[in-house]
């Protein structure tokens, strides 16, 4: 794990022991897919400053900056200053109003795919294994989009080869921004070592549907990203008592709306927390 530098790593070394998860095995040669400083483009210089709420709407993203919007359950919209839109774990329920780009699903259940996705979407980006014995693989360019996978829950659901979930990462604007899906354990060795460096991280909250709470704590931890975005929290007290025990190592921040814009420039400079209302 990597070493966390702050007062409060032992507090979190105790949330990653509490999560008691056996790690699983990455794929062997995969890590050539990391997200690394260098693979995107690098704004001039380092300020840092809040992350800024924007409307809900396609609109122009300045250069150097990508668009958040939270949807719902465990769906965001993204949107580049290329031009380039897409949409996490997309249901077809938690849609925008346009057609996106790109979208990337998960087959756990229900809300978060969609059997049949709109087919004037360019790019269907599905997280599970199709046959037995598969992986997912995924690593595809749009404009000034990069999205690539990191298979998970591998062995569950009667597979013991396949895998049921992805990380999905999104590069743009020299950021890599890391949605975890319906992740059911913390990250092996191999699979962090397949995501890179870790700027934004959208981490379920439910506390046991996807993953508990101090598991949600421990992969913090290994990623160590400067913000962390919950989601998959419609369940009654679920993010309540996440934030309860979060606060005790993070700072956390609720944006007044649904969406903000981020740079390099405006990461916090430790991990933080960021709620975003609305969805």
């Not at 790593?9 to 699983?24: D, N």
Request: proline residues 6%.
């Amino acid at each position: 794990m990597k070493k966390f530098l702050t007062s409060n790593y032992w507090k979190a070394r105790h949330y990653f022991l509490l999560a008691g998860t056996v790690l699983i095995i990455g794929l062997p040669g995969s890590a050539m897919a990391a997200c690394l400083l260098g693979l995107v483009g690098q704004p001039d210089g380092v300020k840092f400053a809040s992350a800024r709420p924007i409307p809900l709407s396609v609109a122009a993203v300045p250069k150097g900056q990508v668009s958040i919007s939270y949807i719902g359950h465990s769906s965001f919209i993204i949107e580049t200053p290329g031009g380039a839109t897409a949409v996490t774990d997309f249901n077809g329920l938690h849609s925008p109003s346009f057609i996106p780009d790109i979208v990337t699903m998960n087959n756990s259940h229900g809300g978060h795919y969609t059997p049949s996705p709109d087919h004037r979407i360019k790019t269907v980006l599905r997280g599970w294994s199709i046959a037995v014995g598969k992986m997912a693989q995924h690593d595809v360019r749009y404009k000034d989009l990069r999205v690539f996978n990191i298979p998970t829950n591998i062995g569950e659901y009667g597979d013991p080869k396949g895998n049921g979930n992805s990380i999905f990462v999104f590069e743009i604007s020299g950021l890599c921004i890391a949605h975890v899906g319906h992740l059911h354990h913390v990250l092996s060795r191999d699979q962090l070592k397949q995501l890179g460096r870790i700027d934004i991280l959208f981490v379920p909250i439910d506390g046991g549907m996807t993953i508990r709470h101090e598991q949600a704590l421990a992969v913090i931890v290994q990623v160590s990203p400067r913000m962390v975005v919950p989601m998959h929290f419609g369940f009654i007290g679920a993010a309540e008592r996440f934030f309860e025990m979060a606060r005790k190592l993070y700072p956390i921040k609720s944006e007044a709306g649904a969406s903000i814009l981020v740079s390099r420039r405006t990461l916090p400079k430790h991990t933080e927390i960021r709620f975003l209302q609305g969805g």
